[in-house]
């Protein structure tokens, strides 16, 4: 009899446990204009499988649609200023914490900002 609960209890404590599976991040991308010009930029960021570019954009406030990320992987954000005019602010947020923030003050060249999710 001791037999069968001792088997019983092992069979109960190595099948009863499951792995879980990973959840993914949920990434967004944010810019922000913070002067009183409009200028033009195109934005690049990580997707769950490319890169997509936007713009040009000319209002002040960006965000992008959510992507799923999962953990150790990297995303990145990029912002082309084009015409050197204007200050902005680059942010990036995984379920909704803010993960990275840059700000970039006239740009002529691509900024980019990235950071890998832990």
Do not use: H
């Amino acid at each position: 009899m001791k037999k069968i609960i001792f088997i019983v209890f092992i069979s109960v404590l190595f099948f009863s446990c499951k792995k879980s599976d990973p959840v993914p991040y949920s990434v967004s991308y944010k810019i922000e204009e913070t002067t009183n010009s409009t200028p033009a930029y195109t934005v690049t960021y990580s997707t769950e499988n490319a890169t997509q570019t936007e713009g040009p954009i000319t209002f002040a406030n960006w965000s992008s649609p959510t992507v799923k990320k999962m953990l150790g992987e990297s995303v990145t954000l990029s912002l082309d200023g084009g015409s050197g005019a204007g200050s902005f602010i680059l942010r990036i947020y995984a379920n909704g914490v803010l993960l990275e923030e840059e700000t970039m003050d006239n740009p002529y060249s691509p900024k980019t900002i990235s950071v890998t999710l832990q």
